[in-house]
């Protein structure tokens, strides 16, 4: 924790910063396949849009939670990272 250092943290939040980085990584990669034409049903991309706007979302949120005493933002990151 940034507010506690001396204090050791514990917790799943590395690992769920860390599956959200391999979806993160997944979108990136397969971008072309999730917004071509012929996944997508009759043109709607806006549900895969709308995935990556919750993804974003959770991060920026997990974030803020994160300067809170006894929350290390490093493991988020680090999570992500490596994810």
């Known amino acids: 924790a ?9 917790g799943a939040s590395g690992g769920i910063f860390g599956l959200i ?5 997944d ?8 917004f071509c034409d012929f996944v997508t049903e ?3 991309k806006h549900k895969h849009i709308l995935v990556i706007v919750f993804l974003l979302f959770d991060i ?4 803020v939670i994160g300067l ?15 994810g």
Request: glycine fraction near 10%; include cysteine.
């Open 2 to 10: 940034i507010f506690l250092p001396t204090y050791i943290t514990v």
């Open 21 to 25: 980085g391999a979806c993160l990584s």
């Open 27 to 34: 979108i990136i990669m397969n971008w072309k396949l999730l």
């Open 42 to 44: 009759n043109g709607k």
């Open 60 to 63: 920026a949120l997990n974030s």
């Open 68 to 82: 809170t005493p006894y929350v290390d933002n490093f493991t988020h990151l680090g999570g992500m990272m490596f």
